[in-house]
């Protein structure tokens, strides 16, 4: 559906190696398994009255291959190369192709995103033995998909005013939930340059197995233990300035990273949907924030455990703080813009009386033991309508396209060999 929103983080490291000398002798080895007698142009797969020569499957997985992008074993390369086919037979009765110069635009950024002009991109990519056609190809395809999809379903796709007002929370009738990953780094003033280089190359991931992955390494939140998976959240119950910066995204697509205070964050969108329950917003936020000297160290964390099982409310927090110095204890309420972003993101996560042990203060020394105590509902326009119609159609547009392909998957003659 999209062109490929930025290289995988292993891109920077294979770049260096893939285009090294001998690699396009030792690139052969990741040449899909062909019967000794077939010639590599002769049909791999009949799709309708199209083929898929040997070639091509040879290519296409050396071309994914050597970038570091995902699909790149044999059988997803199978299947990608015949949803492909089916779309090109769609886009062909329609009568819809891309111009030379809208691919030229397509390989331009593609190239930029390895730091390189499209000559250098398409020469490194030939010495490595991968044709100009099959870079070609693979951007076409994608972009004229794209296209085609728009076209087909844009006026299915379109929310209709009510919709936007439901997605938005201004009516009792539903809203927008969306489903993230998280990672969160912490970091102090010797560690800044390292994690804030970390967060750089964890942005260019791809996969939500690769974010996955990267969430449970490097992340401190207690969700790194599940790949950094969030549940369902609310838009609203996100801060209103990363509200639009959540909408904006696609699925597997992942923010630039975020500064907080003693850390660096990092999300992925995982799913976007509408609800039949309403999404309000909120125009105060009641919070308590109590400080543990010892930041995340296991004897403060254990604390903080043992502190959860004594408080049920925010009021609780009082008698806890009870003869210790005024500053251990800080009862917040605020507009959600006021809130600072660190524990805006945090407090997203969580329903009244929950307890949150994931932020730090005073260069990671000092733990925050965040507990929501409530919300104070508002129907304010923080995120735009426009916002919300432009997440809700390219929503939409995914799901026909989906349907599409499966439909003439179900009606297609596909022969392997």
Same mark, same amino acid.
């Given at each position: 559906?999209?062109?490929?929103?930025?290289?995988?983080?292993?891109?920077?490291?294979?770049?260096?190696?893939?285009?090294?000398?001998?690699?396009?002798?030792?690139?052969?080895?990741?040449?899909?398994?062909?019967?000794?007698?077939?010639?590599?142009?002769?049909?791999?797969?009949?799709?309708?009255?199209?083929?898929?020569?040997?070639?091509?499957?040879?290519?296409?997985?050396?071309?994914?291959?050597? *970038?570091? =992008?995902?699909?790149?074993? $044999?059988?997803?390369?199978?299947?990608?190369?015949? %949803?492909?086919?089916?779309? &090109?037979?769609?886009?062909?009765?329609?009568?819809?192709?891309?111009?030379?110069?809208? =691919?030229?635009?397509?390989? %331009?950024?593609?190239?930029?995103?390895?730091?390189?002009?499209? /000559?250098?991109?398409?020469?490194?990519?030939? /010495?490595?033995?991968?044709?100009?056609?099959?870079?070609?190809?693979?951007?076409?395809?994608? !972009?004229?998909?794209? %296209?085609?999809?728009?076209?087909?379903?844009?006026?299915?796709?379109?929310?209709?005013?009510?919709?936007?007002?439901?997605?938005?929370?201004?009516?009792?009738?539903?809203?927008?939930?969306?489903?993230?990953?998280?990672?969160?780094?912490?970091?102090?003033?010797?560690?800044?340059?390292?994690?804030?280089? !970390?967060?750089?190359? =964890?942005?260019?991931?791809?996969?939500?197995?690769?974010?996955?992955?990267?969430?449970?390494?490097?992340?401190?939140?207690?969700?790194?233990?599940?790949?950094?998976?969030?549940?369902?959240?609310?838009?609203?119950? *996100?801060?209103?300035?990363?509200?639009?910066?959540?909408?904006?995204?696609?699925?597997?697509?992942?923010?630039?990273?975020?500064?907080?205070?003693?850390?660096?964050?990092?999300?992925?969108? @995982?799913?976007? @949907?509408?609800?039949?329950?309403?999404?309000?917003?909120?125009? &105060?936020?009641?919070?308590?924030?109590?400080?543990?000297?010892?930041?995340?160290?296991?004897?403060? !964390?254990?604390?903080?455990?043992?502190?959860?099982? &004594?408080?049920?409310?925010?009021?609780?927090?009082?008698?806890?703080? &009870?003869?210790?110095?005024? $500053?251990?204890?800080?009862?917040?309420?605020?507009?959600?813009? $006021?809130?600072?972003? %660190?524990?805006?993101?945090?407090?997203?996560?969580?329903?009244?009386?929950?307890?949150?042990?994931?932020?730090?203060?005073?260069?990671?020394?000092?733990?925050?033991?965040?507990?929501?105590?409530?919300?104070?509902?508002?129907?304010? $326009?923080?995120?735009?309508?426009? /916002?919300?119609?432009?997440? *809700?159609?390219?929503?939409?547009?995914?799901?026909?396209?989906?349907?599409?392909?499966?439909?003439?998957?179900? /009606?297609?003659?596909?022969?392997?060999?």
């Amino acid at each position: 559906m999209q062109l490929i929103s930025g290289f995988s983080r292993f891109f920077r490291s294979r770049w260096l190696t893939a285009f090294a000398p001998g690699l396009a002798v030792a690139m052969l080895t990741v040449a899909p398994q062909q019967a000794p007698a077939q010639s590599l142009f002769s049909p791999a797969i009949r799709v309708n009255q199209d083929i898929v020569t040997w070639y091509e499957l040879d290519q296409r997985q050396r071309f994914l291959e050597i *970038l570091g =992008i995902p699909g790149s074993s $044999e059988s997803e390369v199978r299947e990608a190369l015949i %949803d492909e086919r089916l779309r &090109k037979q769609a886009m062909r009765e329609a009568g819809i192709q891309p111009t030379p110069e809208d =691919i030229q635009v397509a390989i %331009d950024e593609f190239a930029s995103r390895g730091q390189l002009s499209p /000559d250098q991109f398409l020469k490194a990519l030939a /010495d490595a033995g991968i044709d100009r056609e099959t870079v070609r190809d693979y951007v076409s395809s994608q !972009l004229a998909w794209r %296209d085609y999809v728009s076209a087909r379903f844009i006026s299915q796709a379109r929310p209709t005013d009510d919709e936007i007002d439901r997605a938005m929370g201004q009516t009792g009738g539903g809203g927008l939930q969306v489903l993230l990953s998280e990672i969160i780094i912490p970091v102090n003033a010797q560690t800044l340059a390292q994690a804030e280089a !970390l967060a750089d190359e =964890i942005a260019r991931v791809e996969t939500i197995d690769a974010f996955s992955a990267a969430a449970t390494q490097y992340s401190a939140a207690p969700t790194r233990e599940n790949g950094g998976r969030l549940d369902w959240l609310n838009v609203t119950n *996100l801060p209103p300035a990363l509200q639009p910066v959540i909408l904006g995204l696609k699925n597997g697509e992942v923010t630039a990273p975020l500064s907080l205070p003693n850390a660096v964050a990092l999300f992925q969108m @995982r799913g976007l @949907r509408e609800v039949a329950a309403s999404t309000p917003r909120f125009s &105060k936020i009641d919070y308590a924030a109590y400080y543990l000297s010892g930041g995340l160290s296991p004897d403060t !964390l254990q604390r903080a455990a043992e502190l959860k099982e &004594k408080v049920d409310t925010c009021d609780d927090l009082y008698g806890i703080a &009870k003869g210790q110095p005024p $500053e251990v204890l800080d009862r917040v309420s605020a507009s959600p813009p $006021e809130i600072p972003r %660190d524990i805006a993101l945090e407090i997203a996560k969580l329903d009244p009386n929950e307890v949150s042990t994931t932020l730090t203060r005073n260069n990671g020394q000092t733990l925050v033991f965040l507990m929501l105590c409530n919300r104070t509902r508002d129907l304010g $326009e923080d995120t735009s309508r426009e /916002d919300v119609a432009n997440a *809700l159609t390219q929503q939409r547009l995914q799901a026909f396209a989906n349907s599409l392909v499966e439909q003439l998957r179900a /009606d297609a003659t596909i022969i392997e060999q």
